[in-house]
Structure formats: C-alpha cells, structure tokens
C-alpha cells in the first residue's frame, strides 16, 4: 500500500525566539526534511532611507543606532565616515582612536551576545546568554559614560566624535580588560568543545568560499569559509591601520566555523583594545567642532550650521561585528542627501540561506540562521 | 581555524573614467558615460560587460558589495559597487534607463548570486523591474501596496506638494511650518 504525501510548510515566526525578532521563514518539508525555505521580512521595515532623504547629515546620525542596534557604534562610524568622504573632512588623530576602541568594544559586546543566543538556539537554554549579558553589561557601562546612552550612541560625528570621554573611563576600561580575557578563557571552556554544540553545529549550514563571495555574504561569515577578507586589514579606516591583530579563518565554512571565528574575534578585539589604550594621544576630538557637536537648532535645521557637502557621491564601508557594511550618499549640494541607502550585513547575508538549509532538517535551519546573526532591525531598516 | 596576520594595505580605487577605458577596449560601444565615480554601462550589453568584470585575471570583481536603485527625477539608476577579494580593488558601474512609467534593467543575478535579496528591495522600493530575476517579488512591504515609497514623486502631499522632492521648503524663508504641515 502506497501512502499518499505532500509537502507541509511550517512558519518559523515572526513570532518565534530563534528569529531573533520580528523574522519570518517558511520552511516547506518533506518528512523532515526542508525542501524550500522561504524568507518573509518587512515587519521592523521603517523605511529610514526616505525618512533620510528629509534630514540634515546631522540628523541623521541617530537613525545609523537604530539599524543594528547591537552595535550602534559602528553604525554610527560607517555612516559619519560616508559624510566626511563626501564633505572632505579628515577627523583628528584622537577622535579616530576613540573610534577604534568604540568600534572594538562594540565588537565584543555584539560578538557575545552572537554567542550567547547560538548556544541558546543549540539548546543551552539561557544560561550562556545570561553569562555574556554580564560582561556585555559592563561595556554598555563604558558607552554611558562616554555618551550618555547604552545601546542607541548615536556617539560619532562628521569631523570625530561628539564629546571626549570623562576621566574616569580610562581606569574602568582597563580594569575591565584585565577581567574580559579570564572571562573569555571560562566561555572557551564551557562552548567551544562542548558536546551540544558541536554536535548540533559541524558540518551543518555549509557555505565553501566562492559560494560566499558569490552570495556577497561578509563578516565572520565569510571568514569562516576560509576567506581572509577583513576590511579592517584590506582597506584600514580609523586607527586600524597602526595596531596589530590577525584576522580569524575558518576551514570548513560551517556552523561551528562562524561560531568558533566569532570567538577568536572576541580575543583579538581585547588585544586591539589593550594596544589602542596605551597609545591613544590627547588631543581635540572633533574637527568641525560648531557644526558637528552643536546641533542645529531644531527650529533652524537648515540654518547656516548645516553641513552641505559638495555635489557628488560616496560609499564607505566598514567591518560591523556582522560584516561589510556601507553607506551610499548622494549629495545634490543641499543640507540633506539626496539618496541615502545602506549595504547591511545582516540582509546581505541572508541571500544563501535557501541555500544552506534546503537538505537538511527543521532543528539545523534553527541553528542555521542562529549563526548568520541576523539583527531585524538592520535587514527590515 | 587559524589564524591570518595580514598586513595593512589600501583598497585600490578604479575610477570611472578607468574602468570604461577597460571595458571600451573589449567591448566598444558599451559604455554610455563616463565620470570619475562611476562608468555608465548600456543596459543591453550590461551582462556580458559583467561577466567580464567578474572574470578578467586583472579585474576579478567577484563580489557585489552594494547594489542601489536612485530615482534621478528624469531617469532611474542602479548603482553596482564592486569589489575583488583576491586583489582587494574596487570600482562603480551604473545603468540608467529613462522609462519612467515601465523601467526595466537586466538582472545581475546570473553574474552575482549576492544581487538577488537586493534586486527584490530596489524592485519593492522603487519600482525597477530586472528582467531575468528568478523571484522578482516585493519583500520589505506586503504584495499589493500601492505605489514605491523611495521614488521622489511618491505620495503628492496637499496642494499638490511632492514630499520627496521639495525638501525643506522652508529652507530659505522661515521656519518648519511647509515640512511638519500646518498646525
């Protein structure tokens, strides 16, 4: 006797915990195993590149937090660089070595937080998460103390950065890159080889190195392909340029890949961290210090402290904790950008996940887009 | 895993100027424009101008770092930022298409797989059509919305204000009152 079949599509989300938010994948199965996977995005869509397009360069900033909102630093830094690429600004030497250790902590705070919710999505049910909030929690201390805010900085301006930080950051940071790499050495311990994880983990979701590239998926995603490509090291911005960190590889372009080069970041954020400390120099933080530290007045955002870059475009990019991401402005002369659109990593690297889920089983599609580290906020904008 | 030190370098940037020289020489005919940001490619020729792009031993572009749709008010664009991992170079191409009404360039998804998510935004977003995606559907908003929010001419305001396109009305009198509306 012949059963009859057909294949059964089942909504992972949007309301559901391993899509990190308002996410959607509709997954077609055979049996249990995936057939077609299919994304459904748009829900956190805010459409900022109109709401851009009626700003000031200066307002503009704070929409840069609220892309990706687990690393809001960097956020801000791809965006001001654009600016100052268009406007011909070149920031002072300290403002681009705050921006290195902005950019650092920011990576680690993003990276455990990567790592924390993957073990959730293995099966470590909160207990990791919870262990990564704690230093994460820390580092969020430090951006307060800097900027006033935790996770929306909105910390970088054109010309540096929007204020120096307070004396007492300098002690703090230290004293928590004394504790950081202890903390880091127990996560290896407790994550690296556990048995869950790998289990879950190897030889799932795999991506070779020229399907990456073709895929354009970037960060530790294609690191972990085996794919040297940092920006950091290719195309150096802010005070890359002058520290001295290696980039993590991966071999086989798994899941467990992506996890394990997403550690070996967190290291290598504390090593540059420690370096960029010592050597950071005093001196101004800001090079257009009226027009981009005081703001416009709100009734006047065109008045004459509006920054009007020249006719033209530009495209910066940088490394975010999750990849490549860039800005594109086109400046018509006026106060605000004419266009106004960003390459964001986390929607980038969605492109292959038909890809690397179609084959497998439901439970790996989970660990799947756990390890693209998607933030909604930054594939809907 | 291991570990790759790497030393600091610099992007190469191809101007626009010297990549339609490039793609002159092979292709002639093919490039409508030329400036120092970008070359102007001819959409009819736009695949074969890629694949090259994609595969020369000199230019490599294997990796499609952005792709944008602008609406130029007369014209639509769609921007390509290209970049070569293997020789860490990048440049810009671009294709216009004047069709207001029904615009259509050809898909790059061929060429680049990486296009695919980011034709369907410019396609959702602007109304761009790109002839041979697989999956040519609206991804951000719901099948059905009227209208693509990014053109300039989107949504005419009271008294038949163009939001995208008067932007700060108010510039060079007063105050806010033309851009938050009467209150």
Redesign the interface.
């Known amino acids: 006797m012949t059963l009859k079949t057909e294949p059964f599509v089942v909504n992972v989300g949007p309301q559901h915990p391993s899509t990190h938010g308002v996410f959607r994948l509709r997954l077609t199965l055979d049996g249990e195993k995936i057939i077609d996977a299919d994304m459904v995005?748009?829900y956190l869509?805010r459409?900022m590149?109109?709401l851009a397009?009626?700003r000031t360069y200066t307002q503009n900033i704070p929409f840069t937090d609220r892309t990706d909102y687990l690393a809001a630093m960097t956020g801000n830094l791809a965006y001001v660089i654009a600016v100052e690429n268009l406007a011909g600004v070149e920031p002072p030497e300290r403002a681009q070595w705050l921006r290195t250790i902005m950019s650092e902590l920011q990576r680690f705070a993003s990276h455990s937080m990567a790592i924390g919710i993957f073990a959730n999505d293995c099966g470590a049910w909160q207990t990791p998460v919870m262990h990564m909030f704690r230093d994460r929690e820390k580092i969020l201390d430090l951006f307060e103390m800097a900027c006033g805010a935790r996770l929306t900085t909105n910390y970088m301006r054109i010309g540096g950065v929007s204020r120096d930080i307070p004396p007492e950051f300098m002690p703090t940071a230290t004293k928590l890159l004394k504790d950081l790499p202890k903390r880091l050495d127990e996560y290896e311990n407790l994550l690296l080889e556990n048995e869950i994880i790998v289990a879950r983990s190897r030889g799932v979701g795999v991506l070779t190195a020229e399907q990456a590239?073709?895929?354009?998926?970037s960060g530790p995603m294609l690191r972990a392909s085996g794919?040297?490509?940092?920006i950091r090291?290719?195309?150096?911005y802010a005070a890359?340029?002058k520290l001295d960190f290696?980039?993590?590889?991966?071999?086989h372009g798994d899941v467990y890949?992506r996890f394990?080069?997403r550690v070996?970041e967190m290291r290598q954020s504390l090593h540059i961290l420690e370096q960029a400390l010592e050597m950071m120099p005093e001196g101004p933080v800001n090079a257009m210090q009226p027009t981009a530290t005081v703001q416009p007045a709100w009734?006047?955002?065109?008045g004459p402290l509006a920054i009007r870059p020249p006719e033209?475009?530009a495209?910066a990019?940088i490394e975010s904790p999750r990849g490549?991401l860039?800005f594109?402005l086109?400046s018509d002369g006026?106060?605000?950008p004419f266009?106004f659109?960003i390459?964001s990593p986390s929607?980038?690297n969605?492109?292959?996940l038909a890809l690397m889920t179609v084959g497998s089983t439901v439970a790996d599609a989970i660990v799947i887009l756990g390890s693209v580290d998607i933030v909604v906020g930054e594939v809907?904008? | 895993?291991?570990?790759?030190?790497?030393?600091?370098?610099?992007?190469l940037n191809i101007t626009g100027l010297q990549i339609a020289h490039l793609i002159e020489q092979r292709f002639p005919g093919a490039v409508l424009d030329a400036a120092p940001?970008a070359a102007t490619i001819d959409p009819a020729r736009l695949i074969e101008v890629c694949t090259h792009l994609r595969d020369d031993p000199e230019l490599r572009f294997?990796?499609?770092?952005?792709l944008?749709g602008?609406?130029r008010l007369d014209s639509f664009e769609v921007?390509y930022?290209l970049e070569s991992?293997r020789l860490?170079q990048m440049t810009?191409i671009k294709v216009t298409t004047l069709d207001r009404e029904n615009p259509v360039v050809p898909s790059v998804v061929p060429v680049?797989?990486?296009?695919?998510?980011?034709e369907r935004?410019a396609y959702d977003?602007l109304g761009i059509e790109f002839d041979g995606h697989p999956d040519l559907r609206r991804?951000?908003?719901?099948e059905g919305f009227a209208g693509y929010?990014?053109r300039k001419d989107y949504l005419v305001g009271p008294g038949g204000r163009f939001?995208?396109l008067e932007?700060?009305p108010?510039?060079a009198g007063d105050?806010?009152k033309d851009?938050r509306g009467t209150q």
Do not use: C
């Open positions: 995005m748009g869509h459409s590149e109109k397009e009626e590239m073709a895929h354009s998926v794919v040297a490509w940092d090291k290719a195309d150096p890359y340029d290696d980039i993590a590889v991966g071999t890949d394990v080069v070996a009734s006047a955002p065109t033209g475009e495209y990019r490549e860039g594109y086109i006026g106060p605000a266009r659109h390459r929607f980038i969605l492109t292959p809907d904008r | 895993m291991s570990m790759a030190a790497g030393r600091p370098r610099s992007t940001e294997e990796f499609l770092s952005s944008t602008v609406d921007v930022h991992i860490n810009t680049w797989p990486g296009a695919h998510l980011q935004e977003l991804i951000f908003l719901w929010p990014l939001p995208g932007r700060f108010g510039e105050d806010m851009i």
